[in-house]
């Protein structure tokens, strides 16, 4: 079983729609959680970070589930500028270091 | 404040060549790391360095070195390139600490082994 699982899409959407991708992880002992934005061909850039009481970003709300082990993320109002891959990623404390481990990511199509 | 910086952008190798990519941030960030990107493999981490003067092996680490010349940089090289090595490879940097890692990328070298 992956460590990080996401559903890899696509998602196509039309502008304005809401969305909402999930994302489960395996380990328990994981500390902290986040959403990256990929776009093609270029670097994961931090969306948001998530936690435990959830958190809303503008048009973006992420929640975090410990006891079932998943997170989400919902974007409302999408724009075609949305459109990118969303990577979950979760921390995993090892001794003094943490360890980001990555999903494979959700690819988003908004069209207009 | 250019965040994190990585040179060459691209890259071709022949088999068995050397080279090492460059990496540098200017946020202050304890921790650098080094991963590479495969189409359906997602992120993978090669090494990292916890702080300046340490560096550990993440995931796939064989066929790379690894040296953290300074707290602001952090280099991999591949000493002998092998088409497997044929990936995008970030590097990124955090401040560790508080039990949060939030990471922070540079633009990515594409490199190509034939």
């Known amino acids: 079983r992956k460590e990080v699982e996401q559903d890899p899409g696509p998602f196509n959407v039309p502008e304005g729609a809401t969305v909402a991708f999930n994302c489960t992880y395996s380990n328990s002992a994981s500390q902290s959680f986040f959403w990256y934005r990929q776009d093609c061909r270029k670097e994961p850039k931090l969306l948001m970070s998530?936690?435990?009481s959830g958190n809303e970003d503008g048009r973006f709300t992420a929640q975090l589930n410990r006891a079932s082990q998943y997170i989400s993320l919902l974007i409302r109002d999408s724009k075609l500028s949305d459109s990118a891959t969303y990577l979950c990623v979760v921390n995993t404390r090892s001794g003094n270091t943490g360890k980001l481990i990555f999903g494979q990511g959700t690819t988003l199509q908004v069209k207009p | 404040n250019a965040g994190v910086t990585q040179t060459p952008k691209f890259q071709v190798l022949k088999t068995g060549q050397s080279m090492t990519l460059q990496c540098a941030q200017d946020?202050?960030?304890?921790?650098m790391y080094w991963y590479r990107q495969d189409p359906g493999m997602g992120l993978r981490l090669i090494y990292y360095s916890a702080s300046e003067g340490t560096t550990d092996k993440g995931e796939v680490p064989n066929g790379y070195n690894v040296s953290r010349l300074n707290k602001r940089e952090f280099s991999l090289r591949l000493e002998s390139a092998a088409p497997s090595q044929t990936s995008v490879y970030f590097c990124a940097s955090s401040r560790l600490g508080q039990g949060r890692n939030e990471q922070y990328f540079g633009p990515g070298t594409r490199l190509t082994v034939t």
């Open positions: 946020m202050n960030h304890n921790s």
């Open positions: 998530v936690y435990s």
